[in-house]
């Protein structure tokens, strides 16, 4: 028997032991305020279904009728024979959702990032980037092959200084932040980061995956949330979290699309989302347009789950957002918790290093506009019951 492949069980058993293993649980119902996990019925607190939206009636009757007319597959890249009118049809309802001029979609907000961010800058350029970017940025501006310069969370002053200390040595640098950060819930002072990177005329990318549907005027995101319309060049956003579908979009300048046309990557090398994905993501719009009933709920739901978990005495550290974390310290804690919730009805995921620093490990909650107010009722006994327990609260 060879030995070469002994590494990978070596690894896997050091996670194990540190408490890092990712045990990923089996889902045999729909996205919605319950899930059925393993067998059990338990109330979702995981998702990233911020609007209810991933099995909402109209947007699966929107995906059926599209499967209907167009089939299932792509069956090409974008700019071969893969660019449907339905794709354009989603671009131009997206630019319009976000009072931008242009939009591109991709397969996902992973491939969104991977796509633009090696096509703005190169080596002889630079790139400023919040500390605690999503790991797509990181992928990102690892493959654009620019110098990369991390600057302190958040720290628009830290991200003056960077810059500065880094004057006359690149041609063009980019400054890209997180809209919401996933882990903490809080906001990117964009308003700041703005004032800094146009007053060295660097171009400005945000990332807004979780902002997308959540912050802003009827969930227009984050630009509209601090009200920088036609300042920010790049916005990127996904359809695979408040939209509840899959796939991912930059929105921008014309020619921040056409370049990406030419020059993305992934929108060149990889299939077109499908017809029954773009129809349903077309519905969202739709939604959105229509009415911001769902964001509102969102947001009472947000109000009251936070309000009641500080009442218990639970820290939900930086949090301004749907993303509620539960504070607890040390990795092994927070997956106690988590499994003792999960043995109380409650579905809600114990996150560890490397995806937050050692010792900051919690049990991330996700609000959603499916929870009705019994269901965020139940949930906060559950935290209070194991709370107590594992002596976390008195
Ligand atoms: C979730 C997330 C992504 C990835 O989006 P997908 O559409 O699921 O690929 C990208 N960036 C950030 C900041 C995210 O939170």
Not at 34 to 43: A, K, P
Not at 108 to 115: K, R, V
Not at 278 to 296: G, P, R
Request: aromatic share 8%; hydrophobic share 45%.
């Amino acid at each position: 028997m060879s030995t070469r492949l002994n590494w990978i069980q070596e690894e896997l058993d050091q996670l194990k032991q540190a408490g890092l293993y990712n045990r990923i649980r089996t889902l045999s119902s729909s996205q919605g305020a319950w899930l059925t996990v393993d067998g059990q019925s338990v109330l979702n607190l995981c998702s990233n279904n911020y609007l209810g939206l991933a099995n909402h009636l109209a947007l699966r009757e929107a995906a059926e009728q599209a499967i209907i007319h167009y089939g299932v597959g792509p069956a090409a890249v974008r700019s071969i024979a893969g660019t449907m009118d339905l794709h354009l049809e989603l671009e131009r309802r997206l630019a319009r959702f976000k009072g931008v001029e242009a939009a591109i979609t991709f397969q996902s907000g992973f491939t969104a990032n991977l796509a633009t961010i090696p096509a703005l800058v190169g080596k002889e350029d630079v790139i400023f980037s919040d500390e605690l970017n999503h790991a797509s940025i990181i992928d990102g501006c690892r493959l654009s092959g620019a110098p990369i310069v991390r600057y302190a969370h958040s720290d628009a002053s830290d991200l003056e200084a960077k810059i500065q200390e880094r004057q006359g040595q690149y041609c063009r640098g980019l400054v890209v932040t997180d809209g919401v950060f996933s882990m903490d819930g809080d906001i990117a002072p964009l308003d700041q980061i703005y004032a800094v990177s146009s007053k060295y005329d660097l171009m400005l990318m945000v990332d807004d995956a979780h902002g997308e549907g959540v912050l802003g005027r009827g969930g227009r995101g984050i630009v509209d949330h601090f009200n920088l319309h036609g300042k920010v060049d790049v916005e990127v956003g996904t359809l695979s979290k408040a939209f509840g579908v899959v796939g991912g979009v930059v929105a921008g300048s014309p020619l921040i699309v056409e370049w990406l046309q030419q020059r993305g990557r992934p929108f060149l090398f990889s299939s077109a989302a499908t017809p029954a994905d773009v129809a349903a993501c077309i519905c969202a719009v739709d939604l959105l347009e229509e009415s911001t009933e769902l964001v509102d709920r969102l947001w009472s739901n947000t109000d009251f789950f936070k309000r009641e978990m500080k009442r218990l005495g639970f820290d939900t550290g930086q949090s301004v957002t749907p993303i509620t974390p539960i504070m607890l310290g040390e990795a092994a804690l927070a997956q106690q918790f988590s499994r003792e919730l999960f043995a109380e009805g409650v579905f809600a995921m114990s996150i560890g290093f490397p995806t937050v620093p050692r010792g900051k490990a919690r049990v991330r909650v996700m609000i959603s506009a499916a929870h009705s107010q019994s269901d965020l009722e139940q949930g906060v006994e559950a935290f209070a019951r194991v709370g107590r327990r594992l002596k976390v609260i008195d």
